[in-house]
């Protein structure tokens, strides 16, 4: 089993700044694969961003690119997302999740409780 709390959310102007942090524990090696989603009221959950545990490969969703990073500290066995030039649409209870298939992030095993992110505008 892996455990996940997720933090850092809150309410923001639009172009301003979140990171938000999610701490894993439980069974956790270098080949679980770490990622964030989001779900907007009245919307189904999506892929925002994935990194591998191992070698830190990143993937992110084309309407975060260049905007977000994901990241992780393996000694902390966190992983975060700092989220830059905010905009309203990027309002959503934002997850942390994790597995160790390769499969899509939205069907991933295990899902930390999410934490609210609202942008103002």
């Known amino acids: 089993q892996v455990q996940l709390v997720e933090s850092g959310g809150g309410l923001v102007q639009a172009g301003g700044s979140l990171r938000l942090s999610c701490a894993a524990s439980g069974r956790i090696n270098s080949n679980i694969r770490m990622a964030w989603t989001r779900q907007a009221p009245g919307k189904e959950r999506e892929f925002v961003a994935s990194i591998t545990w191992s070698v830190g490969v990143t993937y992110y969703a084309s309407s975060v690119k260049g905007r977000f990073t994901i990241s992780r500290d393996n000694a902390k066995n966190t992983v975060y997302l700092q989220m830059n030039s905010l905009k309203p649409e990027d309002t959503a209870l934002y997850y942390c999740?994790?597995?160790?298939?390769?499969?899509?992030?939205?069907?991933?095993?295990?899902w930390g409780q999410g934490t609210q992110v609202t942008v103002s505008s």
């Open positions: 999740a994790a597995d160790y298939r390769f499969v899509p992030a939205t069907k991933y095993n295990y």
